[in-house]
Nanobody, 118 residues
Framework: QVQLVESGGGLVQPGGSLKLSCATS????????MGWYRQAPGKQRELVAF???????NYADSVKDRFTISRDFAKAALYLQMSSLKPEDTAVYYC????????????WGQGTQVTVSS
């Protein structure tokens, strides 16, 4: 019922910046909590940043003050602005949506690769 498509990943040098995008199939922000997760090979998936349906944001300590999550209601798009990137940020980044009142209604994008390397 909800389709999520990430884009914007790529190869970047340490200290560089990238902006990830997540296009949503319909306007869901008012009733869905939105998040960005990442997963590196052999590691557990990690919640990087999320924005509650009401607008409250939260970040993992490892990315706080470097990453910013935002929503564009007009474009129905979720963004993750990443700055001061570090090699440990290398991972596949996934867009996630969870219904505010029905957590079992959860959707994921296909993921976009971010590689931070010299």
């Amino acid at each position: 019922q909800v389709q999520l498509v990430e884009s914007g990943g790529g190869l970047v040098q340490p200290g560089g910046s990238l902006k990830l995008s997540c296009a949503t199939s319909r306007n869901i922000f008012s009733i869905y909590n939105m998040g960005w997760y990442r997963q590196a090979p052999g590691k557990q998936r990690e919640l990087v940043a999320f924005v509650h349906a009401g607008g409250r944001t939260n970040y993992a300590d490892s990315v706080k003050d470097r990453f910013t999550i935002s929503r564009d209601f007009a474009k129905a798009a979720l963004y993750l602005q990443m700055s001061s990137l570090k090699p440990e940020d290398t991972a596949v980044y996934y867009c996630n949506a969870v219904h505010l009142l029905t957590p079992s209604s959860e959707y994921w994008g296909q993921g976009t690769q971010v590689t931070v390397s010299s």
